[in-house]
């Protein structure tokens, strides 16, 4: 009985160690588990750190590369006195012939033609009429009928035509007030309208202004383009150019005492004078210099 007693503790005994060193091992194993996640962890913030700064240093050189291109001013050209004096001229002159019905590339994109004429048209085929005129930019003149305030939808003005109860009508865009108020029954006037078709028997014009104004924004916008080609920013326009083109041969064939440098003074006979000599050749020659000023090799 004693030897069976002695026997169980000793076997409890074993046991017993079994469970600590069994326990000892799992803890060593989840230590290492841990220190092996902890590492993996360190590991990957150090790679993600790494990846950022690489990031970093990337967008770092990208600013400085797009510094240095902005930093590469491109070649500009800033006309003389002289040929600005010349270029104004040559534009100035653009809108008075206009104006006075003389022949001018502002008229180029236009149809020219009467408030009686676009009438007759409709009457004798209103699908031909159409075809012509409407939608299309129109330059048109015709004596006024009446003047009317338009009852808050803007005012409008009836031109003479051959039916006195449906003259044709005009609207305008962004009226100019002060000009319309001036205006009197009987006067001629010339404007620029896009045709807007027939509205039971009677010819319509809308989004009208008048001639002088037409004239005055082409020019400003040519200018623009003019000097926008001069900061070297890529324009097409082959009108501008030209003029720009002219205006630097002149100035520079004309005489130093030449009336086009004085201000208010037509000297257009002094350029008459000179115009057979700017031929195609020589508008060329402008040209490529110009351009090689511009840095400009692929026009």
Excluded: W
């Excluded at 920013?233 to 630097?248: F, G, H, P, R, Y």
């Amino acid at each position: 009985m004693d030897g069976l007693k002695k026997f169980l503790n000793v076997i409890s005994k074993l046991v017993f160690i079994g469970l600590i060193i069994t326990m000892v091992r799992c803890s060593t194993d989840n230590g290492s588990t841990a220190n092996d996640e902890s590492n993996k962890e360190k590991a990957a913030t150090t790679k993600n750190n790494t990846s950022v700064d690489e990031k970093d240093n990337t967008i770092s050189n990208n600013s400085n590369n797009l510094s240095k291109i902005k930093d590469i001013k491109k070649p500009k050209i800033t006309l003389s006195e002289k040929e600005k004096k010349i270029l104004d001229f040559i534009l100035q002159e653009k809108i008075n012939s206009f104006n006075s019905g003389r022949n001018s590339s502002l008229k180029n994109k236009l149809i020219l033609t009467s408030s009686t004429d676009v009438e007759l048209s409709y009457q004798e085929n209103g699908v031909a009429a159409d075809k012509k005129y409407k939608h299309n930019l129109l330059y048109i003149t015709g004596q006024v009928a009446s003047i009317n305030s338009g009852s808050g939808q803007g005012p409008f003005l009836e031109l003479y035509g051959y039916n006195e109860y449906s003259y044709p009508q005009l609207t305008f865009y962004e009226p100019n007030l002060d000009k319309i108020s001036q205006i009197n029954k009987g006067d001629y006037v010339h404007l620029v309208c896009i045709g807007a078709g027939e509205i039971i028997g009677r010819v319509i014009f809308k989004h009208c202004v008048f001639s002088e104004d037409y004239a005055n924004n082409m020019i400003s916008a040519e200018k623009q383009l003019i000097q926008r080609f001069l900061d070297n920013v890529q324009t097409n326009n082959s009108e501008a150019i030209e003029d720009l083109k002219s205006a630097i041969f002149y100035a520079k064939n004309l005489p130093a005492d030449s009336t086009c440098y004085t201000d208010n003074i037509d000297c257009s006979s002094e350029i008459l004078q000179l115009s057979d000599q700017f031929n195609n050749k020589v508008s060329l020659k402008i040209e490529g210099e110009l351009r090689k000023k511009l840095g400009q090799t692929d026009y």
